[in-house]
């Protein structure tokens, strides 16, 4: 749970790893699906949750009756969630407020002022 410590290079680290030793990294726990389905979801613990333990990711999959088709929608989609943390955050650059949106903004201020100075109880 170190997620806070983390930086886009380490997932990047984790995301280039092949399926099967990213699924040596997971806590998997297999539990009953709920919702629609009927007997085939009420009757099979097939849903599969995996925890991955170095950067604290959960990820959920129920599609299938399958528990084993749900391991591998399971690891696909923490391949997924590895690959869009391990982008480089864009960098920022700062911009300068030009002189016509200023006078723009000084211009709804006055204007503002003036309505909230005429709301004002007039003095006796």
Known sequence: MENEKLTYRDFAAYAALPLDELARGCDVQAFRATGPGGQGVNTTDSAVRMVHRATGIVVTARESRSQWQNR?????????????????????????????????????????????????????
């Open 72 to 124: 591998q929608v399971c690891l696909r989609k923490l391949h997924e969630v590895l690959a869009r943390r391990s982008r480089p955050p864009k960098k920022r650059r700062k911009t300068k407020v030009s002189r016509a949106q200023r006078e723009r903004r000084m211009r709804d201020k006055r204007f503002r002022s003036e309505i909230k100075r005429f709301r004002q109880r007039p003095d006796a």
